[in-house]
């Protein structure tokens, strides 16, 4: 087994005496309060996470943006103005998700592409044999930190340390700024379903910025355990479990990240064949009566096992179960009643159409 990686807030976890466990190579906090409590403080307050392990591309060039067109499903049409940022997946010529990404513009003939951590190098392998020889690609994840700040009161503290007239930037933006006079990028994204930041910096930075935020009250330091929790509430995707090579877009629920009249891109013949004939299966969301559903437990109809979860938790704000699942298309209208087996029991459940929770910060108007 390969020696697990380690984030620059590393040496910071262990002083918080956080709960360490592997992670898609890395050595990472997976809860240190407790996942409820930590939960509970990003629906009510603000929360921070350590996601330095995650990967930055940066691409430059004339052709960059025309060669990532090629690359990614979304278009990246929608984000001509600088700053603007699009979600979006990268597909194989089958149609199967290679991984989901965020990519943002970050300059004249200029992207910044932030990908998940555990498929670092099939990503930059991809890219990397699929862009023009006149596009400069260069791999930043050594050098990068990443800090994600969330949830109602996120934007206060973010201003409160970016002093006299800071303007956040618009939601699915990125923009230059200082906190404490340490250069950053803000990109306003995130994975919670709260809104706030994600706060882009270099790696040698990171230390400060995390010591900065948690010197207020309010900020309460979040593990992997909760950023699961919230997520699945919002029914976001998690790659490994709710999609990967096997699974496309469209049964994925993520038909509204491709844009098929932009021209051609890999994997498009197949997913608008997909499209016009209907996926067999569907992604949805189950809200489960009794019990904490998991990855793997079986879906049945009657007593024929259907499907297996894909992502399963028990949500902190609901006080239930919660899951998603890949269930034959016919069996994916809301209000289908289910069932998942649990240990030795069959509970009840419901098909939803996520998102779980509402009425978080996000669906309040941006600023």
């Given amino acids: 087994m390969s020696e697990l990686k380690r984030t620059p807030l590393y040496e910071e976890h262990l002083a918080l005496g956080a709960r360490m466990v592997p992670f898609a190579g890395w050595e990472m906090p997976v809860q240190y309060a407790g996942i409820i409590e930590e939960h509970l403080a990003v629906r009510q307050h603000v929360g921070v996470f350590d996601v330095c392990h995650m990967s930055e591309f940066r691409f430059f060039g004339f052709d960059a943006k025309d060669a990532l067109q090629r690359i990614v499903t979304n278009d990246l049409g929608k984000i001509d103005e600088i700053g603007r ?7 194989d010529e089958d149609g199967g998700i290679i991984d989901d990404l965020i990519v943002y513009h970050t300059g004249d003939l200029e992207y910044l592409v932030i990908a998940n951590a555990a498929n670092h190098d099939s990503d930059w392998d991809w890219f990397t044999a699929h ?3 006149s596009v400069e690609a260069v791999d930043e994840s050594d050098r990068t930190g990443l800090i994600a700040v969330q949830g109602p009161e996120a934007l206060r503290v973010i201003g409160d340390l970016a002093g006299a007239g800071f303007e956040p930037p618009a939601r699915f933006s990125i923009a230059e700024a200082r906190l404490d006079g340490v250069p950053v990028l803000l990109a306003r994204t995130g994975y919670t379903g709260e809104d706030g930041v994600e706060i882009v910096c270099h790696a040698s930075n990171a230390v400060a910025i995390w010591r900065l935020l948690l010197s207020f009250p309010e900020v309460q330091p979040c593990g992997l355990g909760a950023r699961d929790t919230l997520r699945l509430e919002m029914g976001y995707a998690l790659y490994g479990s709710d999609m990967d090579r096997g699974v496309d877009p469209i049964s994925a629920g993520l038909g509204w990240t491709v ?3 932009k021209g051609e891109f890999i994997g498009r013949e197949a997913i608008a064949r997909i499209k016009e004939e209907g996926p067999k299966k569907r992604l949805v ?10 990855h793997g437990y079986p879906v049945l109809h009657g007593e024929t096992e259907v499907g297996k979860v894909a992502s399963g938790t028990f ?11 890949y269930v034959p298309a016919e069996l994916a209208a ?3 009643e289910l069932g998942v087996a649990i240990r030795r029991k069959v509970s009840r459940a419901v098909v939803v159409r996520p998102p ?4 978080t910060s996000l669906d309040k108007p941006a600023s």
């Fill in 315 to 325: 949500s902190p704000s609901l006080r239930t179960g919660i899951a998603t699942a």
């Fill in 259 to 261: 844009a098929l009249g």
């Fill in 334 to 336: 809301p209000g289908t």
């Fill in 285 to 294: 969301g189950l809200l489960v009566d009794e019990g904490v559903p998991r």
């Fill in 356 to 359: 779980f929770v509402k009425g």
């Fill in 85 to 91: 940022a699009v979600y979006t997946v990268m597909c």
């Fill in 131 to 133: 862009l023009a020889r």
